[in-house]
């Protein structure tokens, strides 16, 4: 099993900044991709970004590719997502979510997810 905790939403204005965390405990995560994703009021759970735990490979959407930047720090066991740029429809509750090995943009096929942390970008 592997536990994650997303923090660090809140309200920002546009144009501001914020980094979310999620914090992985349980089962070693070497062998996992950490992904982020977003789900905004009547839409669907989106991939926003993604990290290849060992490798490092990042995979970002396209929304968001140069505003943010996925990152992880092995001695803490957390995964960050640092958003820059931020625009009113990034508005959204953001999930940190893990599955073993392989990439993938697909949230159906992940398969540990935290409780979600809102982010809300005024204009």
């Known amino acids: 099993q592997v536990q994650l905790v997303e923090s660090g939403g809140g309200l920002v204005q546009a144009g501001g900044s914020l980094r979310l965390s999620c914090a992985v405990s349980?089962?070693?995560?070497?062998?996992?991709?950490m992904g982020w994703f977003r789900q905004a009021p009547g839409k669907e759970r989106e991939f926003v970004a993604a990290?290849?735990?060992?490798?490092?490979?990042?995979y970002y959407a396209d929304s968001v590719k140069g505003r943010f930047t996925i990152s992880r720090d092995n001695a803490k066991n957390t995964v960050y997502l640092q958003m820059n740029s931020l625009k009113p429809e990034d508005t959204a509750v953001y999930y940190c979510?893990?599955?073993?090995?392989?990439?993938?943009?697909?949230?159906?096929?992940?398969?540990?997810w935290g409780q979600g942390t809102q982010v809300t970008v005024s204009s």
């Open positions: 349980g089962r070693t995560a070497s062998s996992y991709v």
């Open positions: 990290i290849n735990w060992s490798a490092a490979t990042t």
């Open positions: 979510a893990a599955k073993r090995v392989i990439f993938t943009r697909v949230p159906e096929l992940y398969d540990y």
